[in-house]
């Protein structure tokens, strides 16, 4: 079945450093893919998807590329803020169309 | 504003007691969700539901109830045979194949 696996965390770097969260996938067909973020305490936010193989997905200084061919997804982000501190999901859409199949989430630390 | 609202905030339940947990959402979507996040932990399913009157359990399903009476709400109860309660509680909606919209959390501590 589908599958996300995640890097473990946490993450911890340095304000200004570059960041990279590693994400693969077993899936079957194309799955659109998703990054969400979650700041503490709240829920889930969206910060970035793709639908189809090559697609790049960009939001607040962060990326991701949905690659085929290494089924992969990592997020990056070229200089990191304290702000940016928080944990980060990747997903993907299952076989079904109800479902959503989780990583296990990475936790980011930023130090000024 | 169209979202997905969960309540209260912040839930405690004495030894034995069940309790319901609210998500609500006016994005007119057909399927609605409850995770499980403990400290730390990812996301657990514990029930979803793709159409009115109809849910299906998720990974974690002992313990918890559900009911779909309206489009527009996925009531949650924990029931006192969830042994470990204590843990925040996430609901999210979505179309189908697209993106979830999350609620923003319930934390449930057994006292």
């Known amino acids: 079945g589908n599958s996300v696996t995640q890097m473990e965390g946490p993450v911890t770097l340095s304000e200004e450093a570059f960041l990279t969260i590693n994400c693969t996938y077993t899936?079957?067909?194309?799955?659109?893919l998703f990054w969400y973020v979650q700041y503490p305490g709240e829920g889930l936010q969206l910060l970035l998807k793709?639908?189809?193989a090559d697609d790049k997905g960009s939001n607040k200084g962060f990326e991701a590329t949905y690659r085929k061919e290494t089924t992969s997804f990592h997020l990056e982000k070229g200089s990191v803020q304290v702000s940016d501190s928080a944990v980060y999901f990747c997903a993907l859409n299952g076989r079904h169309d109800y479902q959503l199949i989780w990583g296990a989430g990475t936790k980011l630390i930023i130090k000024p | 504003d169209g979202g997905i609202t969960q309540s209260p905030k912040y839930l405690f339940r004495k030894e034995g007691q069940n309790v319901t947990l609210s998500c609500e959402q006016n994005?007119?979507?057909?399927?609605m969700y409850w995770y499980r996040q403990d400290p730390g932990q990812g996301l657990r399913l514990i029930y979803y539901?793709?159409?009115?009157?109809?849910?299906q359990k998720g990974d974690i399903a002992e313990g918890y109830s559900v009911s779909r009476e309206k489009k527009e709400s996925f009531p949650l109860t924990v029931t006192s045979a969830q042994k470990n309660p204590t843990a925040f509680y996430l609901c999210?909606?979505?179309?189908?194949?697209?993106?979830?919209?999350f609620g923003q959390g319930t934390r449930l501590t057994v006292v």
């Open positions: 793709a639908t189809k």
């Open positions: 994005l007119n979507h057909d399927a």
């Open positions: 899936a079957t067909g194309y799955p659109s």
């Open positions: 539901s793709q159409i009115v009157n109809d849910f």
């Open positions: 999210a909606s979505r179309r189908q194949g697209a993106r979830a919209f």
